[in-house]
């Protein structure tokens, strides 16, 4: 149980509605979030990647990092505060550019946990 201050405590109680309407309320509530859909910033028919696609897409992250971003090219990055541009091809071609994007686009439609995936592991890496 929270505390609430004297105040907050009688603020609450002089402006609390009715429990009638307060079930009403919580009832149209509850029935709003059920009909919810998913966000419909995801693509059409969209389902999230299972925990291996995940674990598989953090794996070739972690190799593409140990491959394309040495020490030395995090540690200029750091320094310059300057994405290289030749990286943006060699990120394309690994398929880390557009994974939230339609497969219709040319994207690989799989969500922004997987987006999320692949952005802490580059972080990760330049962190290093």
Not at 70 to 92: C, I, Y
Not at 104 to 119: F, I, K, R
Request: hydrophobic content about 35%.
């Amino acid at each position: 149980m929270s505390f609430l201050s004297p105040c907050r405590a009688v603020l609450l109680q002089s402006t609390r509605p009715s429990l009638a309407s307060t079930t009403k309320r919580s009832l149209l509530a509850a029935h709003f979030y059920q009909q919810r859909h998913a966000s419909t910033k995801h693509p059409k028919g969209f389902a999230p990647p299972s925990q291996d696609d995940l674990d598989e897409l953090r794996e070739r992250t972690i190799e593409f990092a140990r491959r394309e971003i040495p020490q030395e090219v995090a540690q200029h990055v750091d320094h310059s505060n300057e994405f290289p541009n030749e990286m943006w091809q060699k990120m394309g071609e690994a398929g880390f550019l557009g994974i939230t994007a339609d497969e219709d686009y040319g994207g690989l439609a799989m969500g922004y946990q997987a987006h999320c995936t692949v952005m802490e592991e580059l972080s990760r890496a330049s962190g290093m």
